[in-house]
């Protein structure tokens, strides 16, 4: 017999609020990334392409199968996401110093430069939102956002 339980029902209560709070995901994002869509469209970049160069332009380097773990495409798919940052010449690969057939993908400079662009515009539009709230609503906020962001940053979330 064992003594292992599934996880209670949500309440109703608990229920009502999961929907509201997908109301609210759904718009927050159709905010940001309708955004982020008109910076990127002007480059003909897709969202993972653009995800994948944010990767990059937080470390100095990633190998090929680094960049595949990351996004959680295949090594193949990467190799794809990587090609089209090279023909925009927003990232480029080098062999590795140490093992001539490991090849390693990094930002170029314009890459950088874009990333950091986009960035700063969240950061403004943040800004704006955060003037809605006072101090303690703010410090709250980022608080729960850290806690999702945590939770967001474990090995493989049940998102069921």
């Known amino acids: 017999m064992s003594l292992i339980t599934s996880p209670p029902p949500p309440s109703t ?10 109301d609210i995901f759904t718009v927050l994002q159709r905010c940001f990334m309708l955004n982020l869509s008109k910076k990127l469209s002007r480059g003909h970049l897709s969202f993972p392409q653009y995800f994948l160069l944010g990767f990059l ?6 190998t090929m199968s680094e960049v595949a773990e990351r996004m959680g ?10 090609d089209r940052l090279e023909k925009l ?9 140490s093992d001539r057939r490991k090849i390693l993908v990094q930002a170029t400079p314009s890459g950088l430069s874009l990333v950091a662009e986009v960035r700063e515009e969240m950061v403004s539009n943040l800004l704006k939102m955060m003037s809605h709230l006072d101090l303690d609503e703010q410090r709250t906020w ?12 474990t090995p493989c979330p049940d998102a069921s």
């Open 73 to 82: 495409h295949t090594t193949a798919a990467a190799t794809g996401l990587v």
């Open 89 to 97: 010449d927003l990232a480029r690969r080098t062999p590795a110093l």
């Open 13 to 22: 209560r608990m229920r009502a609020d999961a929907e509201k709070l997908a």
């Open 142 to 153: 980022l608080s729960i956002y850290e806690k999702i962001f945590t939770y967001c940053h």
């Open 57 to 62: 332009s937080q470390q100095q380097q990633l």
